[in-house]
């Protein structure tokens, strides 16, 4: 066991940085105090960049959703109280699921430019509801948070962008509801958009080189794993991709880049990548550090932590993100902590590649307690809280890239001891080195092979998979899945152009009286053969779907008015009423009544546009039976 006095020096190097941190954070705190306190009444002005954070009246709210009319009347009786100049949190509330409503009035100078962009720039947040008024007009409503696919977000941007048309010499009242099971921070600024663009410049140049740096060091440790085959940089390596996808779910990028039509995994991406990253750090930590936790009788304090990442990763995917947000910022100064103790400890005995290993602790360990204080709600949002964690963990990944060269230099050395002892020995050990990688090359080649081969068959069964579940089996037809995808696109394309299109509904006559006089297998074919005339009569633009046993609906987007839809439906019905021969040789001539609506004319609804054309539909048909 090793003496009290010597494994107190290391402490003591942790209390003395962690006494620095602390005067460092309360400097940013008294800062943010200042900058707080300056924040008067808001007059907009022509400037290019304005900060409205501290400008924000605020109402927390739990519970179920309040609705604008019911923030505006909380307002009223001045339930929303004023930003305080001497709190830490302004417009950061840390970790909470209450509902955030924030409430701005303003006006605007007679020289206003028209054009301007409203930026919430905290990209995980879950929900973002933007109302504002012009002199008490009514109000024009904005969504975005990361619970949106990025596609469908309001300004196509990595943080939550809404843009406003401000009138010159007008007053405006301007509603915030903000929402997250992560940290709820709302910095919020007015650009003019090309200042904004400019300030983009910047952030995506400082991002590049961080993920440049990231992408590097992951391929130096990949290569330096295949060339030494030491499982300590096959973690390493996936410790920075998976920090890496933490990373892009704080700034924005698991959005824009790498699931913009996933907003499940965009707002799992901040919480989950820096669980795993968590994961797989503690296990590299006790990799590296080799006796030390043994010396510290510490063996089982990084299994422990990266199990803690497992379960919080494991929380966040099947219970609840906001208690995995909680656990993973705690866990993170638990594990950095840790870490770091454990390094300076291996420093003093002077182990290869401590001296970079601290220092790269001491770096990430600054960057995880300042983002985690932030998250919690202890600092405020600026610049230097908001990207702590980037700028910590950049500068860790370089110095333990220099930690793990300094420790190949380490090996390298005792293997030239090695070298000098027995030179035989080491020949064979090389000989014997080649063979294994000339093995696990082959298996390589072998099990690419396969991979590949099996992809294949896995494309296939997942093209085929695709195509049955949207489409109809009996018919081949698109089904009421396919269909509804292309009833939101029309619609859309409608509303863009200021457009219309035509549904059609069409349902066969007497078809229980042909399956129950016929039989099943009779009602199929001419199920079959209805639905090849009918896609015969469209265009490939138009869609033709079997939503029902023997109903199908057509959208047709090229079809515009009623006398034109009208004349479609007798062409349709005039190609489509004709003998069917069944099986067994004998013909039947099926009857097939249709209806139809026209969006936006008939309704502006695509339930209610289709309930139209069912109507039409059936009242044609009552009229060809009273008729029969």
């Not at 669980?275 to 299994?303: C, E, K, Q, S, Y």
Request: charged share 20%; proline share 4%; hydrophobic share 45%.
């Amino acid at each position: 066991m090793e003496p009290t006095h010597k494994l107190l020096k290391p402490c003591f190097f942790c209390l003395t940085w962690l006494v620095l941190t602390a005067k460092v954070l309360l400097l940013l705190s008294l800062i943010s105090f200042a900058h707080q306190a300056s924040a008067a009444n808001l007059i907009i002005s022509s400037q290019k960049q304005q900060s409205l954070s501290g400008h924000f009246s605020v109402y927390r709210h739990s519970g179920e959703p309040l609705t604008l009319e019911e923030a505006r009347a909380l307002d009223a009786e001045q339930a929303f109280q004023p930003s305080q100049a001497d709190s830490v949190a302004g417009t950061n509330f840390g970790l909470t699921r209450d509902e955030i409503w924030l409430r701005l009035h303003f006006s605007t100078p007679a020289d206003l430019p028209e054009r301007w962009l409203l930026e919430v720039a905290h990209a995980s947040l879950d929900r973002v509801d933007l109302y504002i008024s012009e002199d008490n007009q009514v109000y024009q409503e904005q969504q975005s948070g990361d619970l949106l696919p990025f596609s469908e977000q309001p300004f196509q941007h990595r943080h939550h962008v809404f843009e406003l048309a401000l009138q010159p010499s007008q007053d405006y009242s301007l509603y915030l509801r903000v929402a997250s099971e992560g940290t709820l921070s709302v910095p919020v600024t007015l650009w003019q958009p090309d200042a904004l663009w400019q300030q983009d410049q910047l952030s995506y140049s400082l991002l590049s080189a961080y993920y440049g740096l990231l992408v590097a060091l992951l391929i130096y440790n990949l290569f330096l794993y295949l060339s030494l085959r030491d499982p300590l940089y096959l973690t390493y390596v996936a410790f920075i991709s998976a920090l890496a996808v933490g990373q892009a779910g704080l700034a924005g990028f698991s959005g824009q880049f790498l699931w913009p039509d996933n907003a499940y995994l965009t707002n799992l991406s901040p919480t989950g990548g820096v669980a795993l990253a968590g994961f797989f750090g503690a296990l590299f930590v006790r990799g590296f550090l080799g006796d030390t936790p043994r010396r510290l009788r510490l063996n089982w304090l990084m299994p422990l932590i990266s199990a803690g990442y497992a379960t919080v990763f494991l929380t966040a995917v099947f219970w609840s993100y906001y208690f995995a947000a909680v656990a993973v910022n705690l866990l993170s100064l638990v594990f950095v902590i840790s870490a770091l103790v454990m390094g300076a400890v291996s420093f003093y005995y002077r182990q290869p590649g401590a001296r970079y290993f601290v220092l790269a602790w001491v770096a990430l360990l600054t960057g995880v307690l300042v983002i985690s204080l932030h998250n919690l709600g202890v600092l405020p949002s600026n610049f230097l809280t908001s990207n702590a964690l980037l700028v910590g963990s950049a500068l860790e990944m370089l110095l333990l890239a220099l930690a793990l060269a300094d420790r190949i230099n380490a090996i390298q050395k005792a293997r030239d001891e090695a070298q000098a002892q027995s030179i035989k020995l080491r020949q064979e050990m090389v000989e014997a080195l080649e063979e294994k990688e000339r093995h696990l090359e082959r298996r390589v080649v072998e099990r690419t092979e396969a991979l590949e081969k099996a992809n294949q068959e896995l494309q296939k069964s997942h093209q085929l998979l695709e195509y049955q579940a949207n489409h109809d089996a009996l018919t081949g037809l698109a089904n009421r899945k396919l269909l509804e995808l292309h009833f939101t696109k029309a619609q859309k394309q409608a509303d863009q152009e200021a457009s219309s299109f035509t549904v059609i509904v069409a349902d066969l006559d007497q078809f229980k009286q042909i399956n129950d006089t016929w039989g099943h297998l009779a009602g199929d074919d001419i199920l079959i053969a209805l639905a090849r005339r009918l896609q015969a009569s469209v265009t490939p633009r138009d869609t033709l779907a079997r939503i029902g046993g023997d109903e199908f609906i057509i959208l047709l987007p090229g079809l515009h008015d009623h006398q034109a839809a009208a004349n479609f439906c007798q062409q349709l019905l005039d190609k489509v009423i004709k003998p069917v021969f069944l099986r067994e040789g004998e013909q039947i001539t099926p009857g097939i009544s249709l209806g139809y609506a026209i969006y936006p004319d008939d309704a502006a609804d695509i339930e209610q546009l289709v309930n139209l054309a069912d109507k039409a539909m059936y009242q044609n048909k009552l009229k060809s039976i009273q008729k029969f």
